[in-house]
């Protein structure tokens, strides 16, 4: 059998009857209140998710306000490390230049001390030097 004997079989056949007109409109309203119930539920459920949706801001805005606040006090706190380490530092970079200075000076000292000590040597070895002064 092919598709279209098929087709004029079935259109042939005749329609079962349909049932009382009463059954089918309760068919309908009970169609109206399963619809009704599906859209009560989702806009519960789109409710339920704005009012978690609303919760979640307010608790990220706490959560930022917190985060933002201990920023603030840690800031807070460094500064006021930063100001009581501030001036120690500053004389210790002070005594660290003063201390240089001394070192240049006492070295310049050492300097001449020896090229004193060298002079008064050659003085006394009448200008000769090293090399000419026989070993003993």
Not at 21 to 31: K, M, P, Q, S, W
Not at 58 to 66: I, K, L, Q, S, W
């Amino acid at each position: 059998m092919n598709i279209e004997e098929e087709m004029r079989q079935l259109a042939s056949q005749k329609l079962p009857a349909l049932p009382e007109e009463t059954a089918r409109y309760d068919f309908v309203r009970l169609g109206d209140q399963i619809a009704g119930s599906l859209e009560s539920a989702a806009l519960a459920q789109v409710d339920a998710a704005k009012e978690a949706l609303a919760k979640t801001r307010v608790e990220a805005e706490r959560f930022a306000a917190a985060l933002i606040k201990i920023a603030e006090e840690r800031v807070a706190q460094a500064e006021k490390i930063l100001a009581e380490v501030q001036d120690p530092a500053n004389a210790l970079r002070d005594q660290i230049k003063k201390t240089d200075k001394q070192l240049a000076d006492l070295n310049d000292r050492l300097k001449q001390f020896g090229e004193t000590v060298l002079g008064a040597h050659r003085t006394f070895q009448n200008g000769k030097t090293d090399q000419d002064i026989p070993s003993q």
